[in-house]
Every structure is written in structure tokens, then in C-alpha cells.
């Protein structure tokens, strides 16, 4: 894989597969950011798959424990099991991040110091979009689950009220094995967002550098 991921001057050459594409190291609107971001994330998918699929499993897991706590056991656990959640989030991203730079998919690019408040507004701008989309996408894929956990929600509700469950003996395992299933998916949906960010980090790095250049000139 190094030999496929190639530095030059002013552009870099990103590798996946038999699929190439050449990404030019220079600086992008928050526009091209999220346009190149995505259509490197989906052009590459497979390879980024298979180096990251078994993370997944784990992030999966943590999901469904989250979804859970709340749906099976009790509604007052809907604290804990939101900041499991989040937690979950963070450590599949930061695994999955790893994971593509150890097989040299994301080289690193070194910022210098203070530059992410130099570019905060670029910054916020493509995180606030892509959180956008990553909650519509997240939505598509969690309806079985909404479907589920409103049908136990209810079960419950009758229950106290004297009600028969109406719910199949198997439901718990059932409703993990749901959540689990979509976990795996919502995996890869929180995963857009690495490139979109990755391009954010190369523009942040091309813009500094033009501007150390042009200050060197003038001096």
C-alpha cells in the first residue's frame, strides 16, 4: 500500500484497490470538501470495509448495549445509555481513523500550532453539514429499530396497566440482534465523515503553507 500512496509537491496520489484517484494538494471550499469527501468515501468503500469491518463489530456491540439499557431493562437508563452512545461514537471513529492510517489510506498531514481556530468557520461549517447528513442517513436506518422499541415501549405500558405482553417470548434477543444489525450499519454512516474532515485538514495545511510562502517572499 505505500508504494501506492504517493506525495508530490502539489498533489497527492490516493490509492484503494485497482481504483485510483488523484486528489490535488491545494485548497478547497467548504463545498469541495464534502463533494470530494464523499465520493472518495464511496468510491472506496470495499477497501475501506475490509480494513475496518471488524471495529465495526465492536461498535456494533456497544450500540446495541446502548439501545438496550433504555428498551429492555428500564426507561430511567436513558441517561447512561445516551452517553454510551456517544462514547461509542467517538471510539469508532478514533479506531476507524487509526486503522486507515496504519494501512497508509489517510497519510499524515501535520497542522501547525493554532491553525484550527485560524479556520474554525471552514471548520464548523463542513462538521455542521456533515452531521446533517449523517442524522438523515442515520434516520433511514434506524426505522426497524424505532419500530421495535416502540412496539416494546408500548408492551410495557400495557403491562403495567394489567395488560398481556402481546410481545414474543424471544423479543430480547430479537430487538439486540436488531439494534446490533443496525449498529453494524450506522458504523459506516458516522464513517463519512472522515474524508469530508481529512480534505478540511489538507485545504487547512495547502493554506498555511501558501501563506508562509507569500510572507517569505515579502520579506
Given at each position: 500500500?505505500?508504494?501506492?500512496?504517493?506525495?508530490?509537491?502539489?498533489k497527492m496520489i490516493f490509492a484503494m484497490d485497482?481504483?485510483?484517484?488523484?486528489?490535488?494538494?491545494?485548497?478547497?471550499?467548504?463545498?469541495?470538501?464534502?463533494?470530494?469527501?464523499?465520493?472518495?468515501?464511496?468510491?472506496?468503500f470495499r477497501k475501506i470495509f475490509r480494513a475496518t469491518w471488524w471495529l465495526a463489530?465492536?461498535?456494533?456491540?456497544?450500540?446495541?448495549?446502548?439501545?438496550?439499557?433504555?428498551?429492555?431493562?428500564?426507561p430511567t437508563l436513558l441517561l447512561p445509555a445516551?452517553?454510551?452512545?456517544?462514547?461509542?461514537?467517538?471510539?469508532?471513529l478514533a479506531a476507524?481513523?487509526?486503522?486507515?492510517?496504519?494501512?497508509?489510506?489517510?497519510?499524515?498531514?501535520?497542522?501547525?500550532?493554532?491553525?484550527?481556530?485560524?479556520?474554525?468557520?471552514?471548520?464548523?461549517l463542513v462538521s455542521i453539514v456533515c452531521l446533517v447528513i449523517v442524522a438523515a442517513l442515520a434516520l433511514?436506518?434506524?426505522?426497524?429499530?424505532?419500530?421495535?422499541?416502540?412496539a416494546n415501549w408500548q408492551s410495557q405500558v400495557g403491562m403495567l396497566y394489567g395488560d398481556p405482553s402481546g410481545m414474543p417470548e424471544n423479543v430480547k434477543w430479537l430487538s439486540i440482534a436488531v439494534f446490533a444489525i443496525a449498529g453494524f450499519i450506522q458504523?459506516?454512516?458516522?464513517?463519512?465523515?472522515?474524508?469530508?474532515?481529512?480534505?478540511v485538514k489538507?485545504?487547512?495545511y495547502m493554506q498555511d503553507k501558501e501563506k508562509e510562502e507569500f510572507n517569505k517572499k515579502t520579506i
Open positions: 500500500m505505500p508504494k501506492n500512496v504517493i506525495f508530490a509537491r502539489e485497482t481504483e485510483k484517484k488523484e486528489i490535488e494538494m491545494k485548497v478547497r471550499s467548504s463545498q469541495a470538501c464534502i463533494r470530494d469527501g464523499y465520493q472518495l468515501y464511496s468510491a472506496n463489530i465492536g461498535f456494533a456491540l456497544l450500540a446495541a448495549v446502548a439501545q438496550a439499557l433504555p428498551v429492555l431493562i428500564s445516551s452517553i454510551l452512545a456517544i462514547v461509542a461514537v467517538g471510539l469508532w476507524a481513523k487509526w486503522r486507515l492510517k496504519k494501512l497508509q489510506m489517510l497519510p499524515p498531514v501535520t497542522l501547525r500550532y493554532g491553525s484550527w481556530l485560524a479556520h474554525v468557520g471552514k471548520l464548523l433511514l436506518t434506524t426505522l426497524p429499530t424505532v419500530i421495535l422499541i416502540t458504523a459506516y454512516v458516522w464513517l463519512t465523515m472522515v474524508l469530508p474532515m481529512y480534505l489538507i485545504s487547512m
